[in-house]
């Protein structure tokens, strides 16, 4: 018997590509990047290799996600080059990219659509205050270049994941203006398929001493979340970030439906590894979900490559 379509929880059975762990920002909780010039970039060669031995393995999604070169750095074309690469050799060996390389500008982002199946951003929180902590030493967590890097995505009609880093110095409040306006943006371009409600969680690398979001409140923001967003919206969590089952499966009662994408290597969380996905199958349908593998596109509307996926 088929499951009913609201028992149904996805995942994206997904590699994580890094074009340069190198980054002109310093998130405070970024466990991620790299200084400027301390290690050399990916080389297409290397990607080939990576993704030949992905092979037959159910990978669909190859995830693109990247430190920062600077706009006006004399390196910053090479690099916009090396991911559109990366994103045309994905496609030639049978994989769908999607792209979250941080902000671009519109004729960057024009150019990265043509090569993928859907792009991501994360909102962060929109709350200014967050400018003078964790987001002292990062131009492109300002809240306003975010809400517009969103608006040519919409302008531009890319499917889209965004969401919110939670735990980060935000309240309640701040958390409610942020899905207001994903709200907002997709009333206007319909072009966000699923909003991430990522808990922080602190990493060996990080300078930001704070505790991690607390996952026991993990459900009760989903809700909230789950209120304020249009329903044509995927509320997507990680479970490697909820280590508890019952509270993982508390988050899918609150409203969560995606797991996002699952693969060898968390690259933003090394230190919180993934179950395997046939444990979390087991633990879903302990209480009746049912885990079903899904392509970075959701709908077959937004883009000529999710259209080609399904064809
Ligand atoms: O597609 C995305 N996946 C994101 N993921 C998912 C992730 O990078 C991979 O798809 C899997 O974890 C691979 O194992 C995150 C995972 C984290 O632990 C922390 C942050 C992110 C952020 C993103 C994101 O912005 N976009
Ligand atoms: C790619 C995305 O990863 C998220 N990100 C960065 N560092 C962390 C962390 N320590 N814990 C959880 N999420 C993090 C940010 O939201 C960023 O936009
Ligand atoms: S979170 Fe992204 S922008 Fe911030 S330092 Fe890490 S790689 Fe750079």
């Not at 994580?16 to 990047?33: D, S």
């Not at 935000?170 to 943006?185: W, Y």
Request: proline fraction near 8%; charge should be negative; hydrophobic fraction near 40%.
């Amino acid at each position: 018997m088929l499951p009913l379509p609201n028992q149904i929880v996805t995942y994206s059975p997904a590699y994580t590509l890094v074009p340069t762990y190198e980054c002109f920002n310093k998130c405070t909780y970024c466990n991620f990047r790299s200084d400027i010039g301390s290690h050399p970039w990916m080389t297409l060669e290397q990607a080939e290799k990576i993704l030949f031995s992905l092979k037959g393995q159910g990978i669909c999604e190859i995830l693109i996600l990247s430190g920062e070169v600077h706009p006006l750095s004399s390196r910053r074309q090479e690099w916009l080059d090396l991911i559109y690469d990366l994103c045309v050799l994905a496609l030639s060996m049978g994989f769908l990219p999607h792209t979250n390389a941080g902000i671009l500008s519109f004729s960057e982002m024009q150019r990265l659509k043509n090569v993928n199946a859907s792009m991501g951003l994360m909102l962060e929180q929109l709350t200014p205050k967050l400018l003078h902590t964790v987001h002292r030493h990062a131009p492109s967590k300002i809240p306003e270049l975010r809400l517009q890097h969103l608006q040519w995505a919409g302008e531009l009609q890319i499917p889209f994941t965004t969401g919110l880093l939670l735990g980060i110095g935000e309240n309640e409040d701040d958390r409610r203006q942020t899905l207001m306006a994903i709200t907002d943006l997709h009333l206007k371009y319909q072009n966000i398929q699923e909003v991430i409600l990522q808990p922080h969680s602190p990493g060996s690398e990080q300078t930001f001493d704070e505790v991690a979001f607390d996952p026991y409140q993990l459900p009760r923001v989903i809700a909230q979340a789950r209120e304020i967003l249009p329903s044509d919206i995927t509320i997507q969590i990680p479970p490697n970030l909820v280590p508890e089952e019952n509270w993982l499966l508390a988050c899918l009662d609150a409203g969560a439906r995606d797991l996002g994408g699952i693969g060898p290597r968390d690259e933003v969380n090394p230190d919180y590894p993934h179950r395997e996905v046939n444990r979390l199958r087991e633990v879903l349908l302990s209480a009746g979900w049912t885990l079903l593998p899904r392509l970075p596109v959701y709908q077959r509307t937004h883009s000529v490559l999710g259209a080609m996926a399904f064809s």
